[in-house]
């Protein structure tokens, strides 16, 4: 007779996750859940990434020093993000470092403004996979394909990848649409039900507007979806499913748009996927399009 398996307790499903989280690229996701730290963690994680080579040659005291937390909750900190204690955080630190290949501070090199954001804007799309899980990736191409209806919500500098998103689903025959005035995307979200999908995006996850009409959206019936580059925050927990672009910003005003481009890289990855699906009917729409543009086209 076989044994019952055992019941995973709460202790166990928390260690199951700590050991997931360890698994990820430790600097990107600590980047991500910056806006749930609370402000003890946040002042360590701050001095991690201000240096975070520096971190790795550093005892704990020194980082005590550094930071003015306390051993325990520097200790805290480390099992938050999946580590055991501060030796194994610094070894995950290491190795994190170590697989990016990449110079640690562009600043101090003699490089061009552009080269500096080429540069951060390559890394970004580099973290991406690293912070997405395939299955998810693959079970949100299929609830897509699915979809009777697929509304976007965004406002501000996001809004635009909203609407890029849209045209897309578009392009491969799915009925797909980016209101851009907030009050007629609460008032789309009303209308969703079962069967149709929700997708905010949001570069905080804590844009009030969009996490709303993804709430509305979700007692509604609909699946909720959620492209943010900030994990742990509002909008990821009113989302059935979560996808994230790479987190984090440097000190020049440029950088900002590097959070755009990987929305941007995610968006384009899941037209590519689902494309890919249906390649016959897709090859054949998508003539049937740029046959039709041609007629547009200035001779």
């Known amino acids: ?37 609370n402000p ?58 170590a697989q990016s290949g990449l110079p640690a501070n562009l600043a101090e090199q003699n490089a061009s403004m552009l080269e500096k954001v080429c540069h951060f804007h390559s890394q970004s799309l580099m973290d ?12 949100v191409c299929q609830v897509l394909a699915k979809a009777r209806r697929i509304e976007i919500f965004s406002i501000g500098l996001s809004y635009p990848v909203a609407y890029t998103a849209s045209s897309k689903f578009v392009l491969l025959g799915l009925t797909a649409a980016a209101q851009f005035d907030p009050h007629l995307q609460l008032i789309t979200a009303t209308q969703l ?39 742990s925050s509002p909008i990821t927990a009113c989302s059935d499913l979560c996808l994230y672009a790479t987190p984090g910003e440097i000190n020049y005003f440029q950088a900002p748009l590097a959070s755009r481009v990987t929305q941007l890289a995610v968006i384009d990855a899941l037209f590519v996927h689902l494309a890919l699906k249906s390649q016959n009917k897709t ?17």
């Open 193 to 231: 039900r079962k069967g149709d999908v929700a997708i905010g995006i949001s570069c905080s996850g804590t844009t009030s507007e969009t996490v709303q009409c993804l709430e509305k959206a979700k007692s509604k019936g609909a699946t909720t979806i959620s492209l943010t580059n900030a994990m």
């Open 40 to 97: 003890t963690e946040r002042i360590i994680a701050d001095c991690v990434l201000a240096d975070p080579e520096r971190v790795i040659t550093s005892s704990i005291a020194d980082l005590k020093a550094a930071c003015g937390a306390s051993v325990g909750s520097i200790v805290a900190f480390c099992r938050r993000l999946g580590t055991d204690g501060f030796v194994e955080f610094k070894i995950a630190l290491a190795r994190d470092l």
């Open 1 to 37: 007779m076989a044994r019952p398996r055992p019941k995973k307790t709460s202790s166990s499903v928390t260690r199951l996750s700590e050991q997931a989280n360890a698994r990820r690229p430790l600097l990107p996701y600590l980047k991500g859940i910056l806006v749930s730290l």
């Open 283 to 299: 090859a054949a729409r998508l003539q049937q399009q740029g046959e039709a543009l041609l007629k547009r086209r200035l001779r």
């Open 128 to 139: 991406v996979p690293q912070i997405n899980s395939q299955s998810t990736f693959e079970h």
